[in-house]
Antibody, heavy 121, light 107 residues
Framework: QVQLVESGGGVVQPGRSLRLSCAASGFTFNMYDMQWVRQAPGKGLQWLTSISHDGNNKDYAESVRGRFTISRDNSIQTLYLQISSLTNEDTAVYYC??????????????WGQGTLVTVSS | ETVLTQSPGTLSLSPGERATLSCRASQSVRSIYVAWYQQKPGQAPRLLIY???GRATGIPDRFSGSGSGTDFTLTINRLEPEDFAVYYC????????FGQGTKVEIK
C-alpha cells in the first residue's frame, strides 16, 4: 500500500535551516509528481510547493519562494523540503503528498502523517 | 492567487441530516481542478472529491460534489457519526490554494 513517511521535524531556532524528508513506498515513485503542504497549529492547510515526477519542474507558493526548496531522489524514493531562515510563522505540521495523476485529475490522493516543525528560541 | 472562501465556518447538524458546504473562488476555476478533503483531529486530510464531482476510491455515495466557475458545493446526505470533521476545498489549476475549512459538528 502507498506510504509516505515524513521525518526531520523538531524544535529549531529562528534563522536556522532545516531539511525535511519523505520516504515513499508502495508505488512507483518516479511516475508521480509530489507536493508539500503545511498546517499551522489550529489552522487550515497551506499549499507550499510541488515537483514533477522527474524533478525538472518545480512550483512554489509566492509566500515561500526563495526560502523553500523542493527536491527529490528517485533512486531512493525520497522527497525533500529545504527550509531556510526559519521564523515563528513556519511552525506547523508539514505534510508530504502525492499528486494522484490523471485518474484523480491531479488531486492529492495520498498524504503522509506529517512532521511537526516548531520554531522557537 | 485564487482565494477560496468556504461557508459556513461551522455547521451544526444532527446525524441523518444533510450538510451543504460552499466554496467560492475569487476568480473562475476549471472544475476539473477542484477537490474536497476531509480532516479529522490528529489525522492527515483524506481525498473525497476530485474534478469537482468525482468521488475518490472508497468514498461513500452520500458524498457528492458539484459546481463550476466560482461556486462549488460539497453535499453530505444522511450524516453518519464518522462524518463530523473539518472539510477543505482545494483548487489546483495554477498556484494551488485551499479554503479555510468548514467544521461540521454534532448539534
Amino acid at each position: 500500500q502507498v506510504q509516505l513517511v515524513e521525518s526531520g521535524g523538531g524544535v529549531v531556532q529562528p534563522g536556522r535551516s532545516l531539511r525535511l524528508s519523505c520516504a515513499a513506498s508502495g508505488f512507483t515513485f518516479n511516475m508521480y509528481d509530489m507536493q508539500w503542504v503545511r498546517q499551522a497549529p489550529g489552522k487550515g492547510l497551506q499549499w507550499l510547493t510541488s515537483i514533477s515526477h522527474d524533478g525538472n519542474n518545480k512550483d512554489y507558493a509566492e509566500s515561500v519562494r526563495g526560502r523553500f526548496t523542493i527536491s527529490r531522489d528517485n533512486s531512493i524514493q525520497t522527497l525533500y523540503l529545504q527550509i531556510s531562515s526559519l521564523t515563528n510563522e513556519d511552525t506547523a505540521v508539514y505534510y508530504c503528498a502525492r499528486d494522484g495523476g490523471v485518474h484523480v485529475a491531479g488531486a492529492i490522493d495520498y498524504w503522509g502523517q506529517g512532521t511537526l516543525v516548531t520554531v522557537s528560541s | 492567487e485564487t482565494v477560496l472562501t468556504q461557508s459556513p465556518g461551522t455547521l451544526s447538524l444532527s446525524p441523518g441530516e444533510r450538510a451543504t458546504l460552499s466554496c467560492r473562488a475569487s476568480q473562475s476555476v476549471r472544475s476539473i481542478y477542484v477537490a474536497w478533503y476531509q480532516q479529522k483531529p490528529g489525522q492527515a486530510p483524506r481525498l473525497l472529491i476530485y474534478g469537482a464531482s468525482g468521488r475518490a476510491t472508497g468514498i461513500p455515495d452520500r458524498f457528492s460534489g458539484s459546481g463550476s466557475g466560482t461556486d462549488f458545493t460539497l453535499t453530505i446526505n444522511r450524516l453518519e457519526p464518522e462524518d463530523f470533521a473539518v472539510y477543505y476545498c482545494h483548487q489546483y489549476g495554477s498556484s494551488p490554494t485551499f479554503g479555510q475549512g468548514t467544521k461540521v459538528e454534532i448539534k
